[in-house]
């Protein structure tokens, strides 16, 4: 069975009233009262996705997506009378780019299956003013399964073998 299988998916995403709450210091009082705005937001994107299965004992699947994804009418006027238009500003912790590439690796008979999985998340930012950008990163994992019998399933997890940083 040896196959290959492509997608391509194209994606628009519409969110009204996304709610962004941030604390700001009363410096009366101390404390940090809640301030939240609301914007509509919207994205578009594609994802690409293929596997490959050239010989029984492997096959390999990635995708890849691509995505603009935008704050469509964030405006608002802070406690401090400052106007703010961030308008057309990327959404807070979206990446425009990410992939993954999986190949994997079937051993006797098919009851054994290891997959070493590499993820890679582009830069975002953690502020809807886009001023804080959090880098982009990569995560290692290897997953396995091995079939004992017809009703039991080993499973073994093993994610961010790198110890990769990746803010989000």
């Not at 804080?132 to 039991?152: C, G, R, T």
């Amino acid at each position: 069975m040896h196959t290959l299988q492509l997608y391509a998916t194209g994606f628009r995403t519409i969110y009204n009233s996304y709610g962004i709450t941030d604390f700001k210091l009363d410096p009366g009082t101390g404390t940090f009262t809640p301030e939240t705005v609301y914007s509509d937001t919207r994205t578009y994107g594609i994802e690409l996705e293929g596997t490959w299965a050239p010989v029984d004992w492997f096959d390999v699947t990635a995708s890849y997506t691509w995505q603009d994804p935008e704050f469509a009418n964030l405006t608002y006027t802070d406690s401090r009378g400052m106007f703010h238009d961030y308008r057309g500003n990327q959404l807070i912790r979206t990446p425009k780019n990410s992939f993954r590439f999986d190949p994997a690796f079937n051993f006797l008979d098919q009851k054994l299956r290891i997959e070493p999985v590499v993820e890679y998340y582009g830069e975002r930012y953690s502020d809807a003013a886009n001023t804080i950008a959090l880098p982009d990163y990569v995560v290692f994992n290897l997953y396995a399964n091995y079939q004992l019998s017809d009703d039991i399933n080993l499973h073994f997890y093993a994610e961010n073998l790198n110890n990769s940083i990746g803010l989000t």
